[in-house]
C-alpha cells in the first residue's frame, strides 16, 4: 500500500501488485506474498494508514502483524514507485498475506441455486465444506423465484455467505429489472448482488451491453459494487463492454477447464463456476449441480465479504 507524504492532508492507500516492486526494498518477507486488492479490508487500509502517518514507531523497512478475520496480516514500511499523488519515490505502506493462509490454503467454494433444486438440506451442505451460496432472486421484471425466500433464510442458518442474483432478459427495461430486484434484498445479504448476463433473446448485442451498464448503475447506488456473471463466450461478443466491465467483479462460467478463459474487460476473475456436474451434500440429485469457486482462501473470502459490506454500510449512511 502507498499514501501521501507525512504530514499531507489526506492519505491514499493502495495495493501493489508484483510488477509494482522496488528495486531497493528487501525481498518479500519469507512465507508472505502481496494481498490481493479484494481481500484488502476498510480495517486493513485504516491501519495501514495509522503505520504510515507514525514513522517515529514505524521507520523504513519496520513490519509488523495483526490478525484480521483470521488472516494474519504482515504489513511493512517501504519505498513505493511514483504515483498520480506522489511524483517521486516515497514512503509507503505495503501489505503481506501468510502464505499458508493463502496461496496454500485451498479456495473456498460454494454453490449457485434456484427454484430448480426446491429441496435443500442446508446444514448438510454447509457441514460438507460449501461456505458461500448464490441464490437466485428475480428475473425479468415480474419473476420472483418461488424458492429464493426459503433458501435465503435457511443459508443463513446455516452461516453461508450469501449473494443473491438476477436473471437478465435483454428485452424488458433494465431500469426497471434492477428495482425489482432491489425491492426483494430486504435483506441484502453478505456477497454483492449478481447480473446473470447469459442470454441474448433477440437484442442486438449493443444494446444488451448499454442495458447491463443501466442495471448495474442502479444497484450499485443502492446495493454497493456489483457482480456479473456470464460466459468468456458471450461476454467476448458484446461491444464496448471494458467500461461496463470496470464497474462490477467478474464470476465466470467456465466448466471443465484447468482455468478460466479470459474475459474481456477483467484481468482476474473473483468467483469461477467450474461445473455444472457436481454431487453436493444435502441437496438430491446426483451430478447435476453448479459448483462455484472463490478466488482465495476462505480466510480472504470472509474478508472480501466485510470489505463489500462496509462499502454497502456507507451508501445507507
Not at 506522489?86 to 485451498?106: C, F, K, M, Q
Not at 456477497?191 to 444494446?207: R, S
Request: aromatic share 10%.
Amino acid at each position: 500500500m502507498t499514501g501521501g507524504r507525512t504530514g499531507a492532508r489526506e492519505v491514499r492507500v493502495r495495493v501493489f501488485g508484483a510488477g509494482d516492486a522496488m528495486p531497493n526494498n528487501p525481498p518479500i518477507p519469507v512465507g508472505y506474498r502481496l494481498m490481493q486488492q479484494l481481500a484488502v479490508t476498510p480495517a486493513m487500509t485504516a491501519w495501514a494508514v495509522q503505520i504510515l502517518r507514525d514513522p517515529g514507531n514505524y521507520p523504513m523497512f519496520s513490519t509488523v502483524v495483526r490478525v484480521f478475520e483470521q488472516l494474519n496480516v504482515l504489513a511493512r514500511v517501504e519505498w513505493h514507485s511514483p504515483d498520480f499523488q506522489n511524483h517521486a519515490e516515497h514512503r509507503g505502506v505495503t501489505l503481506y498475506a501468510p502464505i499458508r493462509a493463502a496461496a496454500d490454503a485451498p479456495a473456498a467454494e460454494g454453490i449457485d441455486l434456484s427454484g430448480y433444486q426446491p429441496t435443500v438440506d442446508w446444514a448438510k451442505v454447509a457441514a460438507s465444506g460449501i461456505a458461500f451460496a448464490f441464490i437466485k432472486a428475480t428475473e425479468g421484471t415480474t419473476l420472483i423465484d418461488h424458492t429464493f425466500a426459503d433458501h435465503w433464510a435457511r443459508a443463513k442458518q446455516a452461516n453461508l455467505l450469501r449473494g443473491a442474483y438476477h436473471f437478465f432478459r435483454p428485452k424488458q427495461d433494465a431500469a426497471a429489472q434492477a428495482r425489482f430486484f432491489l425491492a426483494q434484498l430486504n435483506d441484502p445479504g453478505e456477497l454483492p448482488p449478481v447480473l446473470d448476463v447469459e442470454v441474448v433473446n433477440g437484442v442486438p448485442l449493443a444494446q444488451i451491453a448499454a442495458s447491463v451498464g443501466v442495471w448495474l448503475d442502479i444497484v450499485t447506488a443502492t446495493a454497493g459494487r456489483p457482480i456479473i456473471y456470464t460466459s468468456p463466450s458471450f461476454w467476448n461478443a458484446l461491444p464496448g463492454i471494458s467500461e461496463i466491465a470496470s464497474k462490477a467483479d467478474l464470476w465466470v462460467a467456465n466448466w471443465g477447464a484447468r482455468s478460466p478463459a479470459a474475459v474481456h474487460g477483467w484481468s482476474k476473475w473473483t468467483f469461477w463456476q467450474f461445473t455444472s456436474k457436481a454431487t453436493i451434500s444435502g441437496i438430491p440429485g446426483a451430478a447435476d449441480m453448479d459448483e462455484d469457486r472463490f478466488n482465495g482462501s476462505l480466510a480472504e473470502l470472509r474478508a472480501y465479504s466485510t470489505s463489500f459490506i462496509a462499502g454497502r454500510c456507507k451508501i445507507a449512511s
